[in-house]
T-cell receptor
């Protein structure tokens, strides 16, 4: 399978715990995005990387959230001190950006987080 | 007013019907327009991608963009039960933020 993969697919945690999610993009893609989707809503942008550089962050990405892409390949999204309001589907997408051309974002299956 | 408005439905049609899904938007900077299909508890799957105004056809799917009215549409011909899913419109500006801005999604059921 050469698509975007995410791990774990499901995570149940207790309020106050830290959680970390991993995303592996399509291998040749240089951009990686994180979105959050709550029930009945469309995905909302959190942040994106071009190679290892984090180029844009949403105001939704509070101090408890941190994302990394240390080697420009896979990325991790960590949520510290989880709250019940963090319960959502966390989606990763990747794209191949080249100068002067538009890029298409392809999504992974998501990680469903439930905070008890 | 949200940047992208989409009627969440639900929409229920008989098999073989023509389905029309729509979104309106307020940000005139949007230049790229997409439709994604999302099955329950899965990630969004790209269906159609359009730049600026005009029509694009791919099999049973046709995407239309009317920038003067800030209105985009997706038509599904000869709808099948396998088309039952939530359809999300998404948009992106040119030269600004790289984020996609999504509508809420319209839940479609095609009944056999």
């Amino acid at each position: 399978d050469t698509g975007v993969s995410q791990d774990p697919r499901h995570k149940i945690t207790k309020r106050g715990q830290n959680v970390t999610f991993r995303c592996d993009p399509i291998s040749e893609h240089n951009r990686l995005y994180w979105y959050r989707q709550t029930l009945g809503q469309g995905p909302e942008f959190l942040t994106y990387f071009q190679n290892e550089a984090q180029l844009e962050k949403s105001r939704l990405l509070s101090d408890r959230f941190s994302a990394e892409r240390p080697k420009g390949s896979f990325s991790t999204l960590e949520i510290q001190r989880t709250e019940q309001g963090d319960s959502a589907m966390y989606l990763c997408a990747s794209s191949l950006w080249t100068s002067g051309k538009s890029d298409t974002q392809y999504f992974g299956p998501g990680t469903r987080l439930t905070v008890l | 007013q949200k940047e992208v408005e989409q009627d969440p439905g639900p929409l229920s049609v008989p098999e073989g019907a023509i389905v029309s899904l729509n979104c309106t938007y307020s940000n005139s900077a949007f230049q790229y327009f997409m439709w994604y299909r999302q099955y329950s508890r899965k990630g969004p799957e790209l269906l159609m991608y359009t730049y600026s105004s005009g029509n694009k056809e791919d099999g049973r799917f046709t995407a239309q963009v009317d920038k003067s009215s800030k209105y985009i549409s997706l038509f599904i011909r000869d709808s099948q039960p396998s088309d039952s899913a939530t359809y999300l419109c998404a948009m992106k500006s040119q030269g600004g933020s790289e984020k996609l801005v999504f509508g809420k999604g319209t839940k479609l059921t095609v009944n056999p």
